[in-house]
């Protein structure tokens, strides 16, 4: 799916994840790991759904760090270490932006 709304340029789901194992979350803490998710760039903005609950374990900040390189914040709440669950297949939607808006734009 694409749409042009503004100086939104496109939006597009996308899947990723299978085939990775995520390292630990340390406790009380949280953690930025990456994955490789072709087509992204730097200034794109991404929401990513974790497909499972998992006990003590969250999303808590996503990003594009570098081109084709998703980076994201887990969270972990326990009091010792968790690993986000292996091999499940995360939903993505990537926005991309068109023109920028001019200095003179009000939002």
Not at 62 to 89: C, D, H, K, P, Q
């Given at each position: ?41 730097v200034g794109d903005v991404v929401l ?32 010792s270490g968790v690993t986000a669950t292996?091999e499940e297949e995360y939903l993505g ?15």
């Amino acid at each position: 799916m694409s749409l042009t709304i503004g100086n939104l340029k496109a939006a597009q789901a996308f899947t990723f994840g299978t085939g990775k194992t995520w390292a630990e979350t340390a406790a009380n803490t949280s953690a930025e790991q990456t994955v490789t998710v072709p087509g992204l760039e730097v200034g794109d903005v991404v929401l990513v759904s974790k497909p499972t609950a998992q006990a003590g374990i969250g999303i808590v900040g996503v990003r594009v760090s570098a081109t084709n390189t998703l980076a994201i914040t887990f969270m972990n709440s326990t009091a010792s270490g968790v690993t986000a669950t292996a091999e499940e297949e995360y939903l993505g939607v990537v926005f991309k932006a068109g023109q920028p808006f001019p200095d003179t734009a009000s939002i």
